[in-house]
């Protein structure tokens, strides 16, 4: 089509007197693309430079969220860290949540406190002292039945062996399945046994009781429509349906005897006007198989769903009062439970009132196991006369990934709106929509599509529309004039805008749901103790990093060793774990190795205040550590080679493409094991080098180490980023790295003359061939 054509167009759309001309057939404005090629054609709207600039503009945006999703989301792969067959098809994101199960132990069903606080060792393990949760997605698909999630724990005892029976929500079929294990040291390991049921309808809340020398379960059955008691035919895996208690579908029910009678209570949402989550019925019988007659009350609650109608675990009697489990359901499903004493319980009337639990709920949130819900506990009596409490618990909301997807597509989305108002400003969109999708017709229009326009309401208020929304570009102009410095700093404030924006639908959407999961070693969790060695000039690094490590997941507590001036008040610091300040005598670097008997866990990491890395990443170094706990396992590696012995950067054994010493400013170990050769007679030379050149404090580690096995000492462990935070101020106490290199170099020579060279234990990279010490 010649330029003639196309002025004749323009001309005839401005009310000209053209006609516009064109064939009569043939165009590419036949069928379906008419609109499109007069709306191309406009001299208005130009598609081509705006959609140039959109593209350009988002993918500009895109580039920086692609860099912050690679230096702050680093893949995580929920545990275990490398699966095969079925397990591999376990632990998947699920919207119901991560539910997990923990041991809790007491003197009394209100003084319970987690399994961590209890400081369970055996030695042949580095996964003690075990911590919370003992009972996984992981524990399940291991042992061959994947699962998504773990809940609705309940114990049965038999001696001094518990098994416990749970939900495991199965990965395939999508449905619950009720699972059982087996421990054999009051609830600190299990072995998994398997599937004790599984139905063609989704099973939960498998409450387990006995009754005249028979086993009997009772799981939810509500998808069923039917409330069903099963008897162990063989304990613990083999069961048979015994009877249908009640053809209703309740929810989380649990029978318990009480003044010479069963009562059964239970949750039934399928009735007109019931309010789900908030409402409670009870039933009587004679007997645990009925007939149940209604609770005269009944219901006995039908309200908000935050009182704790729904059950949340089995009733359990102390000191001679009756007291039962419910679920606070206000924030989110399974908030937390709530426990109530019996006051009165006949056939015509129910009374209770809300006793505390004494649960101490953590501070880490997400980072936790339990951090954001709990909403099951069953608590027995052990044969020792302890208690003994199993507690579900979630690090996420209930619809997580739903909320995460809709508000990253929301973010994304509005990145798309704040680039058409920059190109509205900078002039690169120079319309919003054309007045008219099909205004420029390239061959005479006819008289009926002309009356059709005139005559349609909905077409002119299109227009209308359009025409307002096209003189936004002119009005925005008049106020923000892109030449000026207000204008600069406007169209810079909308960068930072969308900026922020991209990052955040790239957090929601693929950054997870911001919980640092650990990791599990042969079924186990534990903690380990994060000691950092620093001085009054650096409080303010300090303060940042108690901050952001005491809200690690496997954090227990913090050992701050004091060695220059007035010391802070742990209540100085925003900590969710104990903070401990060691004041030392002198200013020595041979503090950091001193043997500390108040440190309660096997693992120390040693960790200096000015490094700053993801909790995730301290979480991969600590399960390294755990497989190989007679080793130095940290972030940063060295290679010691030449004549003489050269201190080098990392650059250097990269290039070599090998290590052979760790340093522990950023290192796990024993801290039994570490801390007493450091403090040997062995290590007496050692030490008075450390003090002469105020440094190589860790390089004498790696040397002792190195002297006292003839295996490998070292393991590495690479960080996705780590941050240096004294270089952002004057307190850094290697500054002159020349310098600092040079009295390394001296140490190296004087501990290989003292302890034997390190150049022969060189290891290569990526020889655990886990991707994490590439």
Not at 25 to 36: A, I
Not at 738 to 764: A, P, T, W
Request: glycine fraction near 8%; hydrophobic fraction near 40%; aromatic fraction near 12%.
């Amino acid at each position: 089509m010649g330029t003639g054509s196309v002025m004749g167009i323009i001309s005839s759309s401005n009310g000209g007197g053209g006609s516009g001309g064109g064939s009569s057939g043939g165009s590419c404005c036949d069928m379906s693309l008419k609109c499109w090629c007069r709306w191309r054609l406009s001299h208005h709207c130009f598609l081509y430079p705006a959609f140039i600039f959109f593209l350009a503009a988002f993918l500009l945006l895109g580039s920086v969220a692609t860099l912050y999703a690679w230096l702050f989301f680093t893949p995580f792969a929920r545990p275990p860290y490398v699966r095969t067959g079925l397990a591999s098809m376990g632990c998947q994101e699920d919207n119901e949540g991560s539910w997990s199960i923990g041991v809790f132990y007491g003197d009394s069903p209100f003084t319970l406190k987690p399994i961590e606080d209890w400081n369970l060792w055996k030695n042949e393990s580095a996964a003690w002292p075990v911590a919370n949760p003992v009972i996984t997605c992981a524990s399940a698909s291991d042992a061959g039945f994947p699962s998504n999630f773990v809940a609705d724990p309940f114990l049965y005892t038999q001696d001094d062996t518990l098994y416990v029976f749970y939900e495991t929500k199965n990965s395939v079929t999508m449905q619950g399945d009720i699972a059982v294990g087996k421990s054999i040291d009051k609830g600190a390991t299990w072995q998994q046994l398997g599937i004790a049921l599984d139905e063609d309808w989704h099973l939960s809340y498998p409450y387990v009781f006995n009754y005249l020398g028979q086993i009997y379960m009772m799981p939810e059955s509500s998808k069923k429509g039917e409330l069903r008691l099963y008897r162990a035919r063989s304990f613990p895996l083999q069961w048979e349906l015994e009877r249908v208690l009640m053809k209703k579908p309740l929810v989380d029910a649990f029978i318990v005897e009480y003044g010479n009678k069963f009562w059964l209570f239970g949750s039934d949402h399928s009735g007109f006007g019931a309010k789900k989550n908030g409402q409670l019925e009870i039933w009587h019988s004679s007997s645990p198989f009925g007939p149940w007659k209604p609770h005269k009350k009944n219901p006995i609650y039908n309200t908000d769903r935050t009182l704790g109608a729904r059950n949340g675990g089995r009733p359990f009697v102390y000191d001679g009062i009756l007291y039962r489990v419910g679920q606070d359901c206000g924030e989110t499903y399974g908030r937390r439970v709530r426990t109530f004493m019996v006051k009165v319980l006949t056939e015509d009337a129910y009374e209770e009132v809300e006793v505390p639990l004494g649960f101490r709920e953590s501070r880490k949130g997400r980072n936790s196991w339990n951090g954001l819900r709990h909403h099951h506990l069953d608590v027995q009596r052990l044969s020792s006369g302890g208690w003994i409490g199993l507690m579900d618990g979630d690090r996420v909301p209930s619809g997580d990934s739903d909320h995460r997807f809709v508000l990253g597509c929301a973010s994304v989305l509005a990145v798309a709106a704040l680039i058409m108002l920059l190109g509205l400003l900078l002039g690169a969109v120079k319309c919003i929509i054309p007045l008219n999708w099909c205004s420029h017709n390239l061959r005479k229009r006819s008289d009926a599509l002309l009356a059709w326009e005139k005559s349609n309401a909905l077409s002119s208020k299109v227009r209308r529309l359009c025409s307002r929304l096209n003189r936004a570009p002119t009005f925005l102009r008049v106020w923000i004039k892109p030449n000026t410095f207000a204008g600069k700093l406007v169209l810079f404030l909308i960068f930072l805008v969308g900026v922020a924006l991209m990052c955040n639908g790239v957090r929601y959407i693929y950054g997870g749901n911001g919980a640092e999961e650990p990791y599990p070693l042969k079924g186990h969790y534990s903690q380990f103790t994060l000691l950092t060695m620093t001085y009054d000039a650096r409080l303010w690094n300090l303060k940042m990093y108690v901050k952001h490590y005491s809200r690690c997941t496997s954090v227990r507590e913090i050992v701050i060793v004091w060695n220059k001036g007035t010391p802070p008040e742990p209540g100085d610091f925003d900590s969710v774990v104990p903070v401990r300040i060691r004041v030392e005598k002198s200013n020595s670097l041979n503090n950091r190795f001193r043997i500390d008997p108040l440190i309660v866990t096997r693992a120390v990491l040693e960790l200096d205040d000015d490094i700053m890395m993801t909790c995730n990443d301290i979480e991969r170094g600590f399960k390294v550590w755990r497989k190989h706990p007679d080793r130095i396992v940290g972030f940063y590696p060295r290679l010691i080679t030449g004549t003489p012995l050269m201190y080098q950067a990392e650059k250097y054994a990269r290039r070599h493409k090998g290590y052979n010493m760790i340093l522990t400013g950023a290192a796990f170990m024993d801290n039994q094991l570490a801390f007493r050769r450091y403090w040997s007679e062995q290590a007496r030379p050692g030490r008075m080098v450390v003090d002469k050149y105020f440094n190589c404090e860790d390089v004498l580690l790696n040397f002792l180490y190195a002297n006292a096995s003839s295996s490998r000492a070292v393991e590495y462990v690479r960080p996705a980023w780590a941050i240096d935070t004294s270089k952002f101020s004057s307190v850094a106490i290697s500054r002159d790295t020349n310098m600092h290199y040079r009295v390394r170099s001296k140490c190296l020579s004087n501990f290989s003359q003292l302890y034997g060279s390190l150049s022969d234990r060189k290891i290569e990279f990526n020889m655990r061939m886990d991707g994490w010490d590439a």
